[in-house]
């Protein structure tokens, strides 16, 4: 610890209880920082790719998850280094902002790291080599913009949409039914889009799982599919042109809100009360016949009594229905939701065209559907498969498709996939290294060879030799001048990713380079680690 001296040169201490905090300073502080971030990008590695490894992680209570999705892999470590939540961090805004390749932008700030240890071990200043990271990633940025092309689409020609987000699903454990997935994504999206707006909200599109059957049972439900089934089992199964009472009252009777107490000590005044209650539960299900509902969804439930009476008056019923499910079914059917039984009105009911109780294999699992609904911009994808971390990792994949396909309706530019784009970014980089003098051009040649660490990380995880491969593709893409040579991951035959089909929204891949580009000079800018030691 450094000592600081006062006027007549006695000696202060600046840190408190400084001997029990253990201090990094300097180089080596900057090497702990970049081998933390290194080791983060490491185990994230082998996860990049359509031939990527899954990784298992078990939680603290037991539960297993099984994913190669960039995101959750790192949310679910337990990382105690400051540097490596950094990492984790940065996976998370990549996942927040584009919903995909969130592995690769953790393995593009490992490998700008790794070059950067490089250039401090040659004594080249931390603040340079930022700068020319800085420099070369708007370099980057620009060249994406110019070899990106722009995918038209239609509502009719949804073909752009669904190959690219088959690109995002090939990464993934439910790349077998990726064409399948990939259209119901797309369909889903485009049923919540406002494509005048270029806007589309998420939040209405639901995805709900259920073990059993297999992943092509999975299907896109033009509504809402919610998990309760009527509450008596003798009410229909199947109502057509539904006229729904969305209800949040209780049917029970009043409650007074003071506290209370009723003596009963004749068979006359129970009697009494018992009618009473019964004329109170006679008028609520007449409210509702009177108004012409022919479904009740209740967020609350009700007894027995009032379970039979709705039966005996022929007007189904469902109980127990969430609140957050409550406001889809609202949205979906443009009812209002009613909390009082004096404010029902015909003008507040909700229309569907068909709902339908769906029941499941030989178990009592059963489901309502709500179809072909008068506002029909809420849908659910309702996901099977074989178990439950099967429906997890699914709902996983779906959601990077669903944000793919959301980014292509915001921005339709589009860039090839496998490695090309940063093959490409990384020659450009490369070429205008040589225009700057100073430092910097040693940081802007290394943020190249960074570039190079994902087509790398492909080749590898293929089975391909890395380096021969990314050799032979960045020769072919300098001799033909074709941008869209990548690494042939899936052994089709040819590196073109235009005929492989092979595609990466822009804003995603900008945002790759612009987000691990700021995390890598944060790391490179810390100089000093000033830790509590452990006990």
């Known amino acids: 610890m450094s000592l600081a001296f006062d006027d007549f040169g006695r000696p202060f201490i600046i840190l408190r209880e400084q001997e029990s905090k253990s201090r990094l300073r300097g180089l080596d502080a900057h090497k702990a920082n970049v081998a933390a971030g290194k080791a983060v990008a490491r185990s994230l590695r082998t996860s990049l790719g359509p031939k990527g490894m899954d990784k298992i992680l078990q939680s603290p209570d037991g539960d297993v998850t099984i994913t190669n999705d960039g995101a959750t892999i790192l949310e679910q470590m337990d990382v105690d280094n400051q540097i490596a939540k950094l990492m984790v961090e940065l996976s998370r805004s990549q996942d927040y902002e584009i919903g995909d390749g969130t592995t690769g932008v953790v393995v593009l700030a490992g490998s700008l790291l790794e070059q950067a240890e490089k250039l401090l071990e040659r004594g080249i200043h931390p603040i340079r080599i930022a700068e020319g ?265 779906i959601h990077d498709a669903l944000c793919v396909a959301r980014n292509l309706i915001r921005n339709n530019s589009i860039v090839y996939g496998g490695g090309s784009a940063e093959i490409s970014c990384s020659v450009a980089v490369e070429a205008a290294a040589d225009r700057y003098a100073g430092a910097e051009q040693y940081a802007i040649r290394s943020f190249a060879d960074a570039l190079d660490g994902i087509p790398l990380a492909l080749a590898e995880n293929s089975g391909l030799p890395p380096i021969d491969t990314l050799t032979a593709v960045k020769s072919q893409q300098i001799q033909e001048n074709n941008p869209y040579c990548g690494i042939d991951c899936n052994d089709v035959g040819t590196n073109d990713m235009r005929e492989q089909h092979v595609f990466e929204t822009l804003i995603g891949k900008q945002q790759q380079i612009l987000l691990a580009t700021q995390v890598v000079k944060m790391i490179l800018k810390i100089d000093d680690v000033i830790t509590p030691s452990e006990f």
């Not at 709705?310 to 009812?335: H, K, S």
């Not at 404010?343 to 489901?367: I, N, W």
Request: charged content about 30%; proline content about 4%.
């Open 133 to 397: 990271y800085e420099m070369a990633s708007k370099i980057a940025f620009d060249h994406l913009e110019h070899i990106s092309t722009r995918f038209e689409f239609t509502a009719a020609n949804i073909e752009p949409l669904v190959q690219t987000c088959m690109t995002t699903l090939s990464s993934k454990i439910v790349n077998r039914c990726k064409r399948m997935l990939a259209e119901i994504a797309v369909r889903a999206v485009l049923a919540v889009a406002d494509l005048e707006r270029k806007d589309v909200n998420l939040d209405l599109i639901k995805v709900e799982g259920k073990v059993g059957g297999k992943l092509e049972d999975t299907e896109l439900i033009y509504g809402i599919a919610v998990d309760k089934d009527m509450s008596h089992p003798q009410m229909p199964k199947r109502i057509e042109d539904a006229n729904i009472a969305i209800l949040t009252c209780p049917f029970e009777p009043p409650k007074p809100k003071t506290k209370h107490k009723v003596d009963i000590d004749t068979v006359e005044k129970f009697q009494t009360m018992r009618g009473q209650e019964q004329k109170c539960f006679d008028e609520m299900v007449q409210k509702c016949k009177d108004v012409g509902a022919t479904l009740v969804i209740c967020q609350w439930g009700f007894d027995d009594e009032a379970n039979h009476l709705l039966m005996q008056r022929n007007l189904p019923a469902v109980r127990w229905v969430g609140g957050v499910e409550l406001e889809l079914i609202a949205i979906a059917t443009g009812g209002r939701i009613v909390p009082r039984f004096q404010e029902l009105t015909p003008d507040k009911l909700g229309q569907a065209g068909l709902v339908r109780e769906k029941s499941f294999g030989t178990t009592k699992d059963r489901m309502l559907c709500i179809e072909r609904c008068a506002n029909s911009r809420a849908v659910t994808i309702f996901i099977r498969g074989g178990n439950k971390m099967i429906i997890e990792e699914a709902k996983r994949s």
